[in-house]
């Protein structure tokens, strides 16, 4: 397992992918808080602009992931570590693993670089303690973020495949996150029902938690949490038992 560890972190350092990830983040934050700075003709708080770039975090992370976790399989190298690994299960978890890491270094560095330099721009209102639990749903966010596309390019076990895949997930969670965010907002509205299965429905995915984050309210935290775990323990034990019958050609 160690050995296949090195060989995923390896690839993140010497690949393009992971750098391509981060530079993408870097220019929707920064043009974020550029539009945030001068558009707007009042003064902006700090908590509009800190998690703003999650915003575009799940289409990022969905291309990292599926060309990254895809390469494996469109360049032969899944089948030199499936010979490596003592079992199937192994390989699967040690390319989640890597895709969890890249995925949670990258959000974390964002939000801190938004943080540190949006302050300098932007009204504080930030308290440590409400950032600090902010920043930590949105590591577990992150995490499952990685856990659900990995999960999928795994199972495609071909990088343009997994590339459609992960893209259409992406886009399809992002229009489910406007659709529940936009129920939730006029919650008033709606009997204690509707609002319990939109909220969960918000919770589950990844972009509604993101879209909470970045009006710096969360409804559920625990909930969220909650969420995030079901996604962290549950997808990489699924994808191991499906990755086991997988026939790899």
């Not at 229009?175 to 918000?202: K, N």
């Amino acid at each position: 397992m160690l050995r296949l560890l090195r060989a995923d972190f390896g690839r993140l350092k010497r690949g393009a992918a992971l750098p391509l990830f981060l530079l993408g983040m870097l220019l929707v934050a920064a043009a974020m808080m550029v539009m945030q700075a001068t558009a707007m003709d009042y003064t902006v708080p700090l908590s509009r602009v800190v998690f703003l770039p999650l915003s575009f975090y799940g289409i990022a992370a969905a291309a990292f992931v599926s060309v990254f976790a895809g390469t494996d399989f469109s360049d032969g190298f899944i089948r030199n570590k499936l010979i490596v690994a003592r079992r199937r299960r192994d390989a699967a978890l040690s390319l989640i693993a890597a895709c969890c890491a890249a995925c949670m270094g990258v959000y974390a560095l964002i939000a801190l670089l938004t943080l540190g330099i949006g302050g300098a721009f932007f009204e504080n209102d930030v308290t440590a303690t409400a950032f600090l639990g902010y920043f930590l749903l949105g590591l577990g966010m992150s995490a499952s973020v990685a856990c659900l596309f990995c999960s999928v390019a795994l199972l495609c076990a071909d990088r343009v495949r997994a590339v459609l895949w992960c893209m259409g997930a992406a886009f399809a969670m992002l229009f489910l996150c406007l659709h529940t965010h936009q129920t939730m907002v006029h919650a008033e509205a709606a009997d204690g029902l509707r609002r319990g299965i939109y909220g969960a429905l918000h919770d589950l995915n990844p972009c509604g938690q993101a879209a909470q984050l970045s009006a710096w309210h969360v409804w559920n935290p625990l909930r969220a949490a909650l969420c995030d775990l079901v996604w962290i323990a549950g997808l990489p034990a699924l994808s191991c038992v499906l990755f086991e019958r997988k026939d790899i050609r």
